[in-house]
Each structure stands twice: as structure tokens, then as C-alpha cells.
T-cell receptor, first 116, second 113 residues
Framework: GAVVSQHPSRVICKSGTSVKIECRSL??????MFWYRQFPKKSLMLMAT?????????EQGVEKDKFLINHASLTLSTLTVTSAHPEDSSFYIC????????????FGNGTRLTVT | QQPVQSPQAVILREGEDAVINCSSS?????VHWYRQKHGEAPVFLMI?????EQKGHEKISASFNEKKQQSSLYLTASQLSYSGTYFC??????????????FGQGTILTVHP
């Protein structure tokens, strides 16, 4: 089946530093990937849509300068949390959409970010 | 706008059945169902498309009422492995990005021996 690898699974960083999270589709190509944020016992909140070779589309209220997204190839999208603050601590999940109409989304295992 | 799921939580004994509902205020193109266990990635269960229905598993099925903009997930003869949080994700009719889903708040299902 389709596998999405997300790395790292956990990261702890200090306030003011930046953190990069990678999302890779291992056995399929994905022109579109999505990034979500999930608070404990809450739903998946879409942050942005990542399109290979073009700029990401951010949801309302998401700061594009703080959450930098790069989708450099058909199998890799990265999310960089810049100048992280404790309120950025959360569970971040990516998903990848295989080509082909009506394909399901495949999710990475998520990244637990803790900013101290 | 976020679809609304009901119930918020359900507790079952093994072998019992459950129904989880998902309602949207917008016209839908598709409804996706996922199950997430704590600290893990959501796992795909099935997609229901406008004009059709697709079953993903033997004891887990779903329906999609386009007119009412609702979908229901049916879990029969529940097993311990069914425990987790179930999310519906909806794609609006006329949307430009197929995979851009809006997820419900989730339904926590707990199955006891």
C-alpha cells in the first residue's frame, strides 16, 4: 500500500529556533500534499496545501512566513516552523494525494513538536 | 465549515454495533472516513462519492445521502481493534482541490472485552 514517511516523529527545540519537518511519499508520486495541525483530542486542522513546483496555498489565519512550505519534488514536501514559540507546540501531520481521481489521502505518522 | 459528527463518543462491548454520523452544511462531492489511534496517523477506511458508495471493509460500511449532505459509518460486530477516533473528511462539490478535506471533530470509539 501507499506509504508516507514523516520525519522526525518527535522534536524538542528552544524558542526562537527553526524546525524542519519532512514528508515523503515512498512508493508513489504526489503532486499535492497537505499539512495539518492537531491539538490533543481535537480534529485535524488544515494549514496549507502544498503543490509540487508552485507556491503553497495557506488556509485563513495561518502565517505563511512562519510556516514555510516547500514541495521541491513529486515525493517530498517540507514544513519549516520558523522562530518557534511555545504556542507552536503541537502535533503536525502531513498527507499525500496519489495521482488518479478519487484516490484516498495517505497520512504520515505525525511530528510531535515541543517548543521550550 | 467543519462537518459535524455524532455522537462525540461511544462505548461498546465486543460484538456490538455502532453508527457514526457526519453532517455538512454544504453540498458534498465526497466523504472520506478515517480511524486514528492515539499518537498515530489516521488510517483510511473508505471514500463515498457523489452518485455512488464504496465499501472498504467487511464489517465496516457506510452510506452517503447527498440530498441531506450526510454520511453514516456502520461498524458491526465490533472488535477491540476498532477502538480509536473516527474522523469524516468532506470535499465540497465544486471544489478545486479533490483532496482538500475538512475534517469533523471526531468520534471516540472504545470497545471493551
Amino acid at each position: 500500500g501507499a506509504v508516507v514517511s514523516q520525519h522526525p516523529s518527535r522534536v524538542i527545540c528552544k524558542s526562537g529556533t527553526s524546525v524542519k519537518i519532512e514528508c515523503r511519499s515512498l512508493d508513489f508520486q504526489a503532486t499535492t500534499m497537505f499539512w495539518y495541525r492537531q491539538f490533543p483530542k481535537k480534529s485535524l486542522m488544515l494549514m496549507a496545501t502544498s503543490n509540487e513546483g508552485s507556491k503553497a496555498t495557506y488556509e485563513q489565519g495561518v502565517e505563511k512566513d512562519k510556516f514555510l512550505i516547500n514541495h521541491a519534488s513529486l515525493t517530498l514536501s517540507t514544513l519549516t516552523v520558523t522562530s518557534a514559540h511555545p504556542e507552536d507546540s503541537s502535533f503536525y501531520i502531513c498527507s499525500a494525494l496519489p495521482t488518479g481521481r478519487n484516490s484516498p489521502l495517505h497520512f504520515g505518522n505525525g511530528t510531535r513538536l515541543t517548543v521550550t | 465549515q467543519q462537518p459535524v459528527q455524532s455522537p462525540q463518543a461511544v462505548i461498546l462491548r465486543e460484538g456490538e454495533d455502532a453508527v457514526i454520523n457526519c453532517s455538512s452544511s454544504k453540498a458534498l462531492y465526497s466523504v472520506h472516513w478515517y480511524r486514528q489511534k492515539h499518537g498515530e496517523a489516521p488510517v483510511f477506511l473508505m471514500i463515498l462519492l457523489k452518485g455512488g458508495e464504496q465499501k472498504g471493509h467487511e464489517k465496516i460500511s457506510a452510506s452517503f445521502n447527498e440530498k441531506k449532505q450526510q454520511s453514516s459509518l456502520y461498524l458491526t460486530a465490533s472488535q477491540l481493534s476498532y477502538s480509536g477516533t473516527y474522523f469524516c473528511g468532506t470535499a465540497n462539490a465544486g471544489g478545486t482541490s479533490y483532496g482538500k478535506l475538512t475534517f469533523g471533530q471526531g468520534t471516540i470509539l472504545t470497545v471493551h472485552p
